[in-house]
């Protein structure tokens, strides 16, 4: 049996635990490391031993000795069942007060059940956020933990030490109880779907609507990177639109099938918003649209029908055609606004049903750096929350009400432009439409009510009195009774 002397272990050796591993080690850390299959405990440490102290097992018997006390494993093992048996192993194994971190991407509602589980053992269990990718678990990812304050005293100082840091400070922080860090992270992901549909939908404006090369449009994005678009996820845009595919010398884009793949977390995003009564319009717009560019069989058959529509490439002047694309990156400004203020809401709503106490400026700070949809805006949005300016909506705090209220002619615009020259802007329109709906003192929805009230004596109430009515609409003279 190994003596114990590593401060941290990680179970699960592939890209993402392999490159946590070195990350911890780098920082000083001594990292015990454990794989079902011993190859890849193996491989790490051919390959990377040299870069800092690792304890390598064998057995995870082996592993959980090897470990100090309060003992604290990091799990980055297969999502699902594989996650669930490891969690099971390391618990019967460790003792009260120990520390089990999962950094896989699981479900918070998976994350709320096993912490329960393992908190009626004694011991900690962290569902832990990570956003990022290999290289970002390698150089510094964005951490999102939820758990007990307990676990993030001893979790905390590790953490902070091998995320990102974003203007010097680490983009970590204890997010809430159980599900909590996962919840973040699923909406995370859930406004990444939208701020890319929203440049591919930008992207396909200037491409087939104005017959841009991609090349141009790419150093349009190294541009708007400039501005307050910057973005990681604006970078690589210029970066993959300048591809050039070795095998045809054609742009890279081009020789891509246009079948966008999903892992699952837009989904979940989507029917959480929807079990919550929070309308996330731009997101489940985004996974729409990634789900309609994979009916494959179903566009070939569209293509085959040839169903009528605009024709693509409409001819404009120089000057109208800059002011269209300023339009463009305007719009795009103004929904990326929307998909924010849509996702930090249902992260609100649920921090309300989950009893989960969110610093929502802390989450905007520890977005800026490492995960994929860091963007410089985030130090607004973080501004807007710690100000309470944002605390109903961020569409209400003077900075983001002004920005929208600055570019909502160009973002009309692009949007009206876009119906008529027949390209979809899934996300772009209904953006708007949600904006459009929160500023709208009266909506159509009494309609609803009426239909409602008719077919199913579902009742209403009314502006001018207190109480739930309904029409006897059979009734002649369609007699109204209150009904409390
Ligand atoms: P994979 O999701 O591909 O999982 C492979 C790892 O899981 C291997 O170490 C494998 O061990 C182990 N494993 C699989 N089944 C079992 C099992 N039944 N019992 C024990 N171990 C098992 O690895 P990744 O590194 O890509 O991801 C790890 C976790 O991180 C996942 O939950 C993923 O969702 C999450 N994640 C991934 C990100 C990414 O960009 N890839 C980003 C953020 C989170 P063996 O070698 O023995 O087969």
Redesign the pocket.
Known sequence: MSEAQANIGV?????????LARNLAHKGNTVAVY???Y??TETLIDKHGDEGKFVPAKTLEEFVASLTKPRTAI?????????D??INALADLMEPGDIIV?????YYKDTMRREKAIRARGLHFVGC??????E??LKG?SMMPGGTKESWKTLGPILESISAKAEGEPCVTHIGSDGAGHFV?MVHNGIEYSDMQLIAESYDLMRRGLGMEPSEIGDLFEEWNKTELNSYLIEITAEVLHHVDKKTGKPFIDVVLDHAGM?GTGTWTVQTALSLGVPVTGIAEAVFARGLSSQTELRAEAAKQGLEGPSEVVPMPLEERQAFINDIREALYASKIVAYAQGFNEISEAAKEYGWDIDLAAVARIWRGGCIIRAQFLNRISEAFESGEANVSLLFAPYFKDAVETVQRSWRRVISRAISFGIPMPVFSSSLAYYDGLRSKRLPAALIQGQRDLFGAHTYQRVDEPGVFHTLWTEEGQEEIKQS
């Open positions: 179970v699960g050796l592939a890209a993402m635990g392999a490159s794989n079902r299959h190859s890849r799990i980055m093992v297969k999502a699902g069942e594989p996650t048996d490891m999962d950094c896989g991407n699981a956020g990570v956003s990022g990718g290999e970002g678990a990812p992270k892992k």
